[in-house]
């Protein structure tokens, strides 16, 4: 590409003032609400009016530079701002595709350094650039050449709609409820309305009054539970819709979206293991997703998904292909013994002690109703299958050059960690660890969560473990006999 400063796609002018227009809605349809008279209209049109010579400055304002040595953007008016990346920290670049972008043929360009220690380190965004561009910037930024035929490409996963029965399992829609049900909150108070103004709501209010609070419960659970349902399925369709894992020569690529489409370019160089993650109810649904342990993608997590939500033995077989190695996805795991057993089972039944105790304290002191440390003595059987749910979690393994922890019950982790990734090891010992002879080992590293660590090991293993994974790293620290 030319090394002169470059703008950004003309046809971002017909994307940026709607763009503006959208992000301030909410503060104009206040505006246009709460103003008297005629006040309000004419605020709100200047709101607009101001959003739209906002979103057409930034075209005229801002360029760009690609040079062998930096990738550089300038923008502003009045404050001048100019972000300089260095391109051997490039990590990854990512186009990313709204609908009315799709429809002029744009992209959005966001190139990540995988840091966080300095202003801007996320990323440089580009928004917008013609698609072919933004595409040809790609393979130009990370010293890859476009596959030319579909033959140099292996496809190693693609959504099937049957995956989508695992949406509701993700409880995503908790999150779109709770924005929905916020804006319409902050909505009704600004406008002020009053339920005796509406008949028909003072009357349906009248009749939830008069009815048993057990019904009442037991219909908003039910409601609770279809609406969740309901919007776990479009939001998992929205986002995972066309989802496409291919690799090709040297790269992991990952295309999903349906309105909003997104492209993700991982360098298999750059790759340093997989995560396989099972929440419990989508464990209960035999259903898993997979994600990438990647230098580069700090803080990105979006950016690393390998496969969504989607039956448990295809996430085996997706970490098993990245990493060439599918024994890591499914082999068996060295469990942690009975000290680590009778540490869940212990912690499990003070935490219930402790709330059904407090509860029966209210309720002899300060007459606290009785059913609060009824109800809490549920806890000591359910504490007790937790506990056992989580020690059967509990597990590790060195599997070829791979170091593989797992952990977790409500959400169960199954980590593979290539041990040539490891820089370093910490060894973790509490008061009541050392009591029972166990170690929480973590492997540091410089990719994904920066550490990973197998929790409760006997002392022995855990030494042995890091010593077999990393030969010489514990040499001189260590005693031998």
């Known amino acids: ?17 709607v763009q503006e227009v959208v992000r301030l809605l909410p503060v104009l349809i206040g505006v246009l609400f709460i103003g008297r008279g005629g006040q309000g209209q004419i605020w709100s049109l200047v709101g607009l009016g101001l959003a739209i010579v906002a979103g057409l400055l930034r075209w005229f304002t801002t360029t760009y530079q690609i040079t062998a040595e930096h990738v550089r953007v300038r923008r502003g008016l009045l404050s001048r701002k100019e972000l300089s990346v260095p391109r051997d920290r490039i990590r990854t670049v990512d186009l990313t595709s709204r609908p009315l972008q799709r429809i002029l043929g744009l992209s959005r360009v966001v190139i990540g350094t995988g840091r966080g220690d300095w202003q801007g380190a996320m990323g440089v965004t580009l928004d917008s650039l013609a698609t072919a561009d933004a595409a040809r910037l790609r ?10 035929t579909e033959g140099l490409v292996d496809v190693l996963a693609e959504l099937r709609p049957a995956w989508v029965r695992f949406g509701p399992f993700t409880l995503s829609g908790i999150a779109a409820i709770g924005v929905v049900v916020g804006s319409l909150a902050n909505l009704f108070n600004e406008v002020r309305i009053d339920e005796d103004d509406f008949g028909m709501l003072q009357s349906l209010v009248g009749r939830v009054a008069s009815t048993p609070v057990w019904v009442i419960v037991i219909v908003l659970l039910v409601l609770t539970v279809v609406l969740v349902s309901v919007l776990s399925v479009i939001a998992y369709v929205l986002a995972f819709w066309n989802f496409r894992l291919a ?6 690529r990952v295309t999903r979206g349906l309105l909003t489409t997104r492209q993700t370019t991982i360098e298999l160089r750059r790759l340093r293991g997989a995560e396989i993650s099972e929440p419990l109810l989508l464990r209960a649904a035999r259903g898993a997703r997979c994600s990438a342990i990647t230098t580069g993608l700090r803080g990105e997590h979006s950016g690393s998904v390998l496969l969504p939500p989607a039956p448990r033995a295809v996430a085996h077989r997706v970490a098993g292909d990245v990493l060439e190695d599918p024994a ?3 082999a068996e ?6 000290r680590a057993r009778l540490r869940r089972h212990t912690r499990a039944f003070l935490f219930a002690a402790a709330v059904t105790g407090l509860f029966a304290l209210l309720w002899w002191f300060a007459d606290w109703p009785a059913w609060l440390w009824q109800v809490a003595l549920a806890l000591f059987p359910v504490g007790a299958l937790l506990a056992e749910d989580r020690y ?5 393994a060195l599997i070829g050059g791979n170091l593989v922890f797992r952990q977790g ?13 490891v820089i370093g090891w910490v060894f973790h010992r509490s008061f009541f660890q050392r009591r029972a002879g166990l170690i929480s080992l973590t492997a540091t590293t410089a990719a994904g969560r920066q550490h990973y660590t197998g929790i409760d090991v006997p002392a022995a293993e855990a030494i042995a473990l890091a010593d077999a ?3 010489g790293l514990l040499e001189p620290f260590l005693v031998r006999r």
């Open 409 to 421: 019950s409500l959400v169960r982790r199954r980590q593979v960690l290539a041990t040539e990734g």
């Open 333 to 338: 795991l060295v469990q942690h013994g009975p």
């Open 392 to 396: 059967r979690n509990l597990g590790h």
């Open 139 to 148: 393979e130009e930024l990370l010293h890859r050449r476009t596959e030319q």
């Open 1 to 17: 590409m030319s090394e002169d400063w470059q703008r950004l796609s003309a046809r971002m002018l017909a994307v940026h003032p």
């Open 247 to 252: 690799r090709g020569e040297g790269t992991l």
């Open 469 to 471: 994974a990393e030969p």
């Open 328 to 330: 890591t996805a499914t």
